[in-house]
């Protein structure tokens, strides 16, 4: 079965320094997608980077990279530089096959504070 | 350009009653998508139109939710009668039609509508 494990409930991190999300899937699938969404309190979803199975470099979106490790089923998320207002909840989520169309499969999450 | 929007932002109803979740997906958007995050627990998948059809339903947990999405443009998403389970937030999402060359198709969500069962 498609499985996304976030296996931080809670982080935190002082102010300018990196943090790194873990994440791992498991998947049958050849063709995947890997997503990492954040929701900050006021409750909306926002798109942060995305890795799809067949890219050989790691996705990178400013202050956001994706440490992909496709051999351990890892798709870790890198937030360079903390700032404050990252303080929110980090989803991981992944897309099976081929397509705009599919379904995401999300972890649990880890709540990330960044401390001044 | 407007995004997702999700009708009420909060709803607090009794057992046995009947609440509807609208959702206004971006225009353009033919793929609308629902979820939902119970508490403490997993974002799930809950169903997919593409324009005004069911692409996927596999995760309406049972015959109490019924969707619609009359035209392709908003959906409604209604629980009846609504039990104590149902608690949680629900949210929705929109993507565009995939376009030739983009490997993928990013989902818009919404800010969710937390509804609450008692």
């Known amino acids: 079965a498609q499985k996304i494990t976030q296996t931080q409930p809670g982080m935190f991190v002082q102010e300018k320094e990196a943090v790194t999300l873990d994440c791992t899937y498991d998947?049958?699938?050849?063709?995947?997608?890997l997503f990492w969404y954040k929701q900050p309190s006021s409750g909306e979803m926002i798109f942060l980077i995305y890795?799809?199975?067949?890219?050989?470099q790691n996705a990178t979106e400013g202050r956001y990279s994706l440490n992909f490790q496709k051999a351990r089923k890892s798709a870790n998320l890198v937030i360079s530089a903390s700032q404050l207002g990252d303080s929110a909840m980090y989803f991981c989520a992944m897309r099976e096959g081929e397509g705009g169309y599919n379904k995401l499969i999300f972890g649990a999450g880890t709540r990330l504070a960044v401390h001044p | 350009e407007a995004g997702v929007t999700q009708f009420p932002s909060h709803s607090v109803i009794e057992k046995g009653q009947t609440v509807t979740l609208r959702c206004d997906p971006i225009s353009g958007h033919d793929n609308l998508y629902w979820y939902r995050r119970v508490m403490g627990k997993e974002i799930k998948f809950l169903l997919h139109f593409v324009k005004e059809s069911k692409q996927d339903e596999s995760g309406m947990p049972n015959n109490r939710f019924l969707a619609e999405r009359t035209g392709g443009t908003y959906s409604t998403l209604k629980v009846q009668p609504a039990e104590l389970e149902d608690s949680g937030v629900y949210f929705c999402?929109?993507?565009?039609?995939?376009?030739?060359?983009?490997?993928?198709?990013?989902?818009?969500f919404g800010p969710g509508t937390r509804l609450t069962v008692l």
């Open positions: 890795q799809g199975s067949y890219d050989e």
């Open positions: 999402a929109s993507s565009r039609e995939r376009l030739a060359g983009i490997s993928y198709n990013e989902q818009f």
């Open positions: 998947t049958s699938d050849q063709s995947y997608g």
